[in-house]
């Protein structure tokens, strides 16, 4: 069978789970604001991102909608519509693809999903900062006191 003709990566999944994968891939963009993903399914995250992001920044209440149903939950899709999306400036290419290197298990490509502004409703990662473990003052044990040696008379 040839393959002329047809569109689109398969992901190895039927229908319906490469729909809840970019579900959910959506969802965790908007979210945490970048993530890392493989570089195909990065690929193909990009353009449905962007066309959510011009739902958004359009705001009546079909788009409110349209972006409702294409998010697994309620909380992102309104904070897209109400906080990222009043944000962005540009008209178009609101994201932008870094390759990363390559997984361990498996060697495949990843890449990192970010905007190309920086956004202020979006959480930044905090570095982690390690402090010294304060030192507790060690408890002296109490000292049982010696009994007095017995004399022995001689």
Excluded at 54 to 78: F, M
Excluded at 80 to 107: F, M, W
């Amino acid at each position: 069978m040839h393959r002329h003709g047809y569109q689109g990566r398969k992901f190895g999944r039927e229908r319906d789970q490469r729909k809840a994968l970019m579900k959910g891939l959506l969802t965790s963009l908007f979210e945490h604001g970048k993530i890392e993903t493989t570089l195909p399914k990065a690929k193909d995250l990009r353009p449905a991102a962007e066309k959510l992001i011009t739902k958004a920044r359009r705001g009546d209440l079909s788009a409110r909608r349209q972006v409702i149903a294409s998010l697994s939950t309620l909380n992102v899709a309104n904070k897209l519509v109400d906080e990222i999306a009043p944000q962005i400036t540009r008209d178009s290419g609101y994201l932008r693809i870094v390759k990363t290197d390559s997984r361990r298990g498996d060697n495949a490509e990843m890449a990192i999903v970010e905007f190309v502004d920086e956004l202020k409703s979006v959480p930044k990662p905090e570095k982690v900062v390690k402090k010294p473990a304060a030192k507790k003052p060690v408890a002296k044990k109490p000292v049982a006191k010696k009994a007095a040696p017995k004399k022995v008379k001689a």
